[in-house]
């Protein structure tokens, strides 16, 4: 069958197998050739001998049949292990995947027999090793990609990938397997690999220890250090921790000159106790005539007779107790300059990168994990005084120590000073040794602890969901991984940090054993002309006092090298480009006209708009509402307003300024933004509120909290207004965090716009409304523009703006887009319900039938129906309580409600009627301002139409003292036709069905039972 109806090629044990007419055909010798030139390389890499091999076919074809046998490496190749054939696509779409891929698991099952899963990492990143050695560019830069993942925090720990490669094969865990399988050849060679290799496809244990003597998390970090340290391009250097702190040294020119005057201080000291133990050994007390002139004792050559002895050791001890005083002052005010100093450097460098990142862009804020800026404000800031304190002042120190004290020995003895500075290279040599290596463990531990760190952070922001899915095993295995690489981080660090101390004591001690042996050797052989007794006690004292300085020299120059890491990755930070404002901005004040969007287009990505071609117009007092599916962009409207990005496109103009002409800060001053999370500072509930203005008086603040109804709330915790709340509490619920957000809009009455992003979807309809209210300020002064996902929220709007892909699709009021029957009234149906959409027009029909409303002129009907909002209550659920106010009217669009009232004799419930589509409930006590005197609850599932006080009286306002008077007296009438009715069945004293409108309800009945409730029972209105 194949040789009808496929051409072949062969290349040794291959036969490389095309249709004929496909595309294949016209490129199959060069595809022959690349398999057999894949398949020498995979089995040079293995140890095997290709001619050793069965016969091994490869089927290039336009698509792979549902029926093709094998296992799937990839979504266009299969191997048929069982046949020893090779599927592929090959096309001109599709020109093939590397051959390597396919002839390594292929050559590895057949040489090697089956393998465990797990092993398939190893196997793909010796196929992306051999493909990228024979020219495939994708491969051959799999190493500099891993960099680049390492540079991104995207470089996962690789037991997480291996463990994870056997069931999810992606393009990143490919990339880091061909990028460590490169490491470890290079590393330690192609056999070494080869034989793990095979070891590892067999359930022996740990192959990878046995084979590279550490575990992989070991031999991980090694590999992403080695990364690390090549991406340091001259990072890590002496001079350039010096560059970098000498410019902040400026403002304290007077300290360092200061500081270098203690040094020497300090130095000259620890030169004058060895010179006058000498002194002391040689001349005092083995009388040796002196070499130089005594002042009141005598000239050079002069000795110490026994009567002047104790003068002149007294003078000395005088002169001795002198110096020490000098050295104590000198030494305590070199620490204390040198403290300032360093500290003044950390608190300029913390204030300026404060202020830094406050103007970088919100892009580098949300992209940045909190803890890798913490890592950088806290480690990497202290790294740089540290240059200074740790590295700069002991190099100076410690050089000019080693000068003097170098100078001071040859002046004794040159030649017992060569054997005594013998050991100084040898110091060097452990020193530089040891700090490279200190050095690339230092930049791994910092690596390592801030994943730990952001873990952590991690955890405790994800408690709910751990709990809740009993994730616990799992984040417990992570951190037990992330813990045992810093354990072993740490373990490396303190044997290298005590392997370079025990070598700098073995260099101290021998030079000690060489010095007092040859020494002692010159002062026989010389009879104390070469070197005196006492200068060879000096000599041993100036060489403890050499070595130390060497020491620490050492230990300075390893303090510059993590300085000098410091202030490169506190660079990347610091050359960030901040929020430009136009050089001569325009004014921006109070918005009079409108904001218009004209063209605009925006993308956070390159070549993916979240906004095209956007156009929209917001007229200054109004509320504005954007609506849309999920993903439509209309959130983008947060972002570009308050400039927290800017349109890529087009423009936003604020009464006609252009806000990119403008400064942000002038123009996020006039836009207050409420976002539906609200961040809690931790701090007390009193200044999180004055986040708002933070000189508002305390009276302001309570007023505010008092009109968006959070006072009592705030009264019942324990410490009231003082109590310290923070943005993970519990203390504060999501409703009362929202209204605290508003508390703080109140305060900002600078502002002219409101921007609002579901900012009180927690909170209750008729609460929202009455805040919303607020938020407008005083005579609807302000702005008011809502971004809502709760269409119910913006039904009150002047005007809808609906987004779709980008772009404003319909625009208008409520019952204009409904009308349409647009996108806007598809998106009521699927939130709401069809009751919503046709249920608020005849809303509006049977408001003209109420009779306060009755009387009213039909435009005014018209934006009393406007005010409408739909709402649904569940079976059993009060929509109103006896006894509370009346602000709301409802008129029942679906389904049924009963009217209770409460008997105070019997202590029971009553029902007096039921109510259906159609009726209304509460228009009494709605339109009178009394409170409610029955309860009305849901008998089934109900859907209501919800007219509300406060929206109402806005209205009224508008309309002048006739219509409420009017309103008033219609009222009244009713209210007098109900007592006459019920005065009739009081002297009937019998049950009777009243029909026509009644307190109680719209035109349904009241049934009142006996003459004793009948007044009571007239009047209550649910």
């Known amino acids: 069958m194949i040789a009808e109806t496929w051409l072949a090629r062969s290349a040794g044990v291959l036969t490389v197998y095309c249709q004929a007419g496909s595309y294949a055909e016209d490129h199959l010798d060069e595809i022959t050739a690349q398999y057999d030139k894949a398949l020498r390389g995979v089995c040079a890499a293995l140890g095997v001998d290709p001619a050793a091999l069965p016969p091994i076919s490869v089927h290039l074809s336009p698509f792979l049949e549902p029926g093709t046998n094998g296992r799937e490496l990839s979504a266009t190749t299969r191997v048929d292990f069982d046949r020893n054939a090779i599927w592929t696509v090959v096309s001109s779409e599709s020109p093939g995947d590397n051959p390597e891929f396919a002839l390594t698991h292929l050559v ?20 992306g090793y051999l493909a990228g050695r024979s020219g495939a560019s994708y491969y051959a830069e799999a190493v500099e990609r891993a960099k680049k993942m390492r540079e991104e925090g995207q470089l996962r ?9 056997a069931e999810r094969r992606s393009a990143a865990a490919t990339t880091i397997a061909a990028a460590f399988v490169t490491y470890l050849i290079d590393w330690r060679g192609a056999e070494r690999y080869r034989r793990f290799l095979t070891a590892a496809r067999a359930p022996n244990g740990d192959a990878f220890t046995r084979a590279y003597g550490r575990p992989l998390p070991g031999v991980d970090q090694t590999w992403v250090r080695r990364m690390e340290a090549t991406a340091q391009a001259g990072g890590g250097k002496t001079l350039i921790a010096i560059r970098g702190v000498l410019p902040l040294l400026r403002p304290y020119a007077l300290q360092v000159a200061g500081i270098l005057v203690t040094i020497i201080l300090g130095l000259s000291f620890d030169v004058f106790m060895p010179l006058a133990i000498r002194f002391i050994i040689d001349h005092i007390l083995t009388q040796r ?17 026994r009567a002047d002895q104790d003068n002149v050791l007294y003078g000395l001890a005088a002169l001795m107790v002198f110096m020490f005083l000098l050295n104590a002052v000198a030494r305590i005010r070199q620490t204390s300059m040198t403290a300032s100093v360093s500290q003044g450097i950390n608190f300029n460098l913390r204030m300026r990168m404060l202020e830094h990142i406050q103007r970088l862009p919100i892009a580098y804020h949300s992209r940045t994990p909190a803890t890798e800026v913490t890592q950088r404000f806290f480690t990497d800031i202290a790294y740089v005084p540290a240059a200074f304190s740790g590295g700069i002042v002991p190099i100076v120190q410690s050089g000019l120590a080693i000068l003097i004290f170098s100078f001071t020995m040859f002046s004794l003895n040159p030649w017992l000073s060569l054997v005594a500075l013998t050991g100084l290279p040898g110091f060097a040599f452990a020193a530089r040794t040891g700090r490279a290596t200190i050095r690339d463990n230092q930049r791994e531990t910092a690596r390592r602890s801030q994943e730990i760190q952001q873990s952590i952070v991690e955890n405790m922001n994800a408690q709910v969901l751990l709990k809740t899915w009993n994730a616990r095993p799992t984040v417990m295995e992570r951190f037990r991984e992330k813990l045992a690489i810093n354990r072993e981080l740490n373990v490396r660090n303190m044997v290298i940090t005590s392997a370079f101390g025990r070598a700098s004591t073995l260099i101290t001690n021998a030079a000690q054993v060489a010095l007092l042996v040859i020494g002692g050797l010159i002062v026989i052989y010389s009879g104390g002309q070469d070197l005196t007794p006492g200068g060879l006690f000096a000599f041993y004292a ?3 006092r050499l070595y130390a300085p060497a020491g620490t020299f050492a230990g300075a ?22 929020e430009a404002d136009p050089p001569n901005p325009a004014p921006i004040g109070p918005l009079r006209d409108a904001v218009r969007f004209e063209g605009v287009s925006f993308a956070q990505v390159k070549g993916k708009n979240l906004l095209k071609g956007f156009n929209a117009e917001i007229r200054a007092g109004t509320t504005t509402a954007f609506v849309g599916p999920t993903g439509s962009g209309k959130a983008s409207l947060l972002q570009i307003l308050p400039r927290l990005y800017d349109a890529t496109e087009g423009s936003v103009t604020w009464d006609g300024t252009d806000i990119r002409a403008a400064r942000r800060d002038a123009v996020r001053a006039q836009i207050i933004t409420l976002s539906q999370d609200t961040f809690i500072f931790s701090t007390t509930i009193y200044e999180n509120i004055l986040i708002g203005c933070h000189v508002a008086a305390e009276s302001d603040v309570v007023a505010a909290a008092i009109r968006v109804g959070l006072h009592d709330a705030i009264l019942a915790l324990p410490n009231g207004y003082d109590t310290v709340v923070g943005d993970r509490d519990t203390t504060l619920s999501t409703p009362q965090r929202q209204r605290l957000a508003a508390a703080r809009a109140l305060l900002r009455t600078d502002a002219s716009v409101v921007l609002m992003e579901d900012a009180l979807s927690a909170v209750e309809a008729a609460d929202q409304r009455e805040i919303e209210q607020a938020l407008r300020g005083p005579r609807g002064s302000r702005t008011l523009i809502k971004v809502a996902q709760r269409l119910t929220a913006v039904t009150d709007a002047d005007e809808i703006f609906v987004v779709d892909n980008g772009a404003v699709v319909e625009h208008g009021t409520h019952d204009e887009l409904l009308d349409r029957g647009g ?18 027009r005849q809303a509006a029909r049977r408001l003209s039938k109420l009779g306060p409303f009755a009387s009213l002129p039909p435009e005014v009907l018209e934006e009393t129906a406007r005010l409408l909002l739909y ?9 109103c309580r006896q006894g509370t106010m009346g602000d709301e009217l409802y008129i029942i669009g679906r389904g049924h409600v009963e009217i209770v009232v409460e008997d105070e004799e019997q202590g029971e419930e009553r029902i007096v009627n039921v109510l259906g589509e159609g009726d209304y409930v509460g228009e009494i006590s709605f339109i009178r301002r009394t409170p409610r005197t029955a309860t009305v609850r ?41 007592r006459r009715k019920l005065a009739i069945l009081a002297s009937a004293r019998s049950t009777v069905t009243v029909t026509g409108p009644s307190g109680i309800s719209g035109p349904g009945a009241a049934v009142v039972k006996d003459e004793s409730r009948e007044a009571r029972v007239g009047h209550a209105d649910g």
């Not at 120059?557 to 901040?578: F, H, I, N, P, Y």
């Not at 929206?951 to 007296?969: I, K, N, S």
Request: aromatic content about 6%; proline content about 4%.
């Open 108 to 127: 590895l099952e057949r040489a090697f027999g089956p393998g465990l899963p797990e092993a398939r990492f190893w196997a793909d990143g010796l196929a």
């Open 157 to 165: 720990p690789l037991v997480n990938v291996v463990r994870q490669y």
């Open 289 to 305: 005539p002196t070499g130089f002139a005594i002042p009141f004792l005598g000239p050079a050559g002069t000795r110490i007779e």
């Open 542 to 544: 100036l060489l403890l």
């Open 557 to 578: 120059l390893q303090t510059l090298s993590l300085s000098a890491d410091g202030l490169e990755r506190l660079g990347k930070v610091m050359e960030r480009d901040e």
């Open 823 to 840: 996108i806007y009234t598809q998106m009521i149906r699927d939130e709401l319900g069809e009751a919503a959409v046709s249920g608020a």
């Open 871 to 879: 709402a649904e209550r569940r079976a059993g659920e009060v929509i």
């Open 938 to 978: 849901a008998q089934d599932k109900v859907e209501l139409h919800v007219l509300q006080r406060l929206d109402f009286d806005a209205l009224l306002e508008r309309l002048g003292a006739g219509t409420v008077a009017q309103l008033e007296h219609t009222a009244q009438e009713r209210i007098e036709d109900t």
